[in-house]
């Protein structure tokens, strides 16, 4: 087996769903070991340091949220959170704890192979360039110059405040990640008050309206509701 391949793990209790994403994630080229406990996931992450966990929150002796904190004690390899769980309590808790994306069961193939290649590529990204980002993103027609402070979409430059182009800026370095609003506003305001939230939907729904995009259209920018939001990566997942 060749070692450039990527690592994942899958810590999952339904040996149905543990199967099926292992066969899948295999015919993809990607190297898969298998922990059916928290504490197993625990154990085996120590040991093989993979490049990716795939985490049930649902497991028989310990909730998988303490697996994401004791990884994130020292490691900040992605974590793709998989759920029954589908209400927003549960999905802000764990991105907040340090999940980088969460899908809810059932979830399709595509779907979840398309998030771990969006997940693994923007850790690599930020791996590469720590809080300063150079250079520039681009996913479909929009490009954003971090060089220039300068969004662009097709040839037309699009005039953002400097808030707007800080929270275009901080979803876009993180592309492909659902980012909670907490994070969002600590990243852009660093501090939290009553109103962030709406203050935060306000600036984008600005953003929204320079880039000619209608409400609920999927285009650059995705709205999680109740959670967050989620840029587009390049290959548009």
Request: hydrophobic share 35%; glycine share 8%; with cysteine.
């Amino acid at each position: 087996m060749g070692n450039n391949k990527y690592k994942i793990l899958i810590v999952e209790d339904e040996a149905n769903i543990r199967s099926f994403i292992k066969a899948n994630l295999e015919i993809s080229d990607y190297q898969v070991m298998c922990a059916e406990t928290c504490a197993q996931g625990i154990m085996m992450h120590a040991s093989h340091r993979p490049d990716l966990i795939i985490l049930d929150l649902g497991l028989p002796d310990r909730d998988g949220m303490s697996l994401i904190q004791a990884v994130r004690e020292n490691d900040t390899v992605p974590i793709i959170v998989l759920s029954a769980r589908s209400n927003e309590r549960d999905k802000v808790e764990a991105l907040d704890q340090g999940a980088n994306d969460y899908i809810t069961k059932p979830f399709g193939t595509e779907e979840l192979l398309a998030r771990i290649r969006a997940v693994i590529r923007s850790h690599r990204y930020n791996e590469g360039n720590e809080n300063i980002p150079c250079g520039k993103f681009k996913v479909k027609d929009l490009l954003i110059d971090y060089d220039k402070r300068q969004v662009y979409l097709g040839k037309d430059e699009i005039e953002l405040t400097q808030t707007e182009y800080n929270i275009m800026s901080f979803l876009s370095i993180h592309a492909g990640k659902v980012l909670t609003y907490s994070a969002i506003i600590h990243a852009v305001w660093g501090y939290s008050d009553y109103g962030s939230v709406k203050k935060l939907q306000v600036n984008m729904k600005n953003i929204r309206k320079k880039m000619g995009v209608t409400p609920g259209e999927k285009r650059y920018i995705i709205n999680e509701l109740g959670v967050g939001y989620r840029m587009l990566a390049d290959d548009g997942q």
